[in-house]
């Protein structure tokens, strides 16, 4: 199941388990959500990397998987959620050759607030996306993230 984005990040397996075997794993330096409204995904504009991404990010000292989720959401397009579901490990490489893991959430929401940017975002703006319409590049690791959560 490789998937490589541009920036050389391969997606190698989605791991389902339960959260809390992720303390089996080495390794796992990531979370991310797929925030679900109707049937659109909410992604946003990485200004750094110049593609939408969904919300992800390093798991900080002293954080869970979920708590890190939870506030890379709140970080990259300032939404809070209460009640997300844990989906399982992805195994990924990074360019340097290292394999990490990711832990991916799920939630779903009935509306998304509005995202107003501040100078120290990453992300330059946020959008709900129907997986259909033409919106530039979009990572292909984490679009196939998106049709794993869905099953």
Not at 130 to 148: A, F, R, S
Request: glycine share 8%; aromatic share 10%; hydrophobic share 35%.
């Amino acid at each position: 199941m490789t998937i490589k984005n541009k920036c050389g990040y391969e997606l190698l397996k989605y791991i389902p388990c339960k959260e809390q075997e992720i303390m089996n794993y080495k390794n796992v330096t990531g979370a991310g959500i797929v925030v679900k409204v109707g049937d659109k995904f909410l992604i946003g504009f990485n200004n750094w990397r110049k593609q939408w991404e969904i919300p992800a990010g390093g798991i900080e000292k002293g954080e869970s998987a979920r708590q890190a989720a939870i506030r890379e959401l709140f970080e990259e397009t300032h939404q809070k959620v209460d009640n997300i579901e844990f989906k399982g490990l992805i195994k990924k490489k990074r360019p340097s050759g290292e394999i990490v893991y990711n832990a991916i959430f799920i939630c779903e929401k009935d509306s998304i607030s509005q995202f107003i940017k501040n100078d120290e975002d990453e992300n330059d703006e946020i959008k709900l996306w129907d997986l259909k319409e033409d919106i530039g590049y979009v990572d292909e690791v984490d679009l196939k993230i998106i049709e794993i959560v869905q099953r």
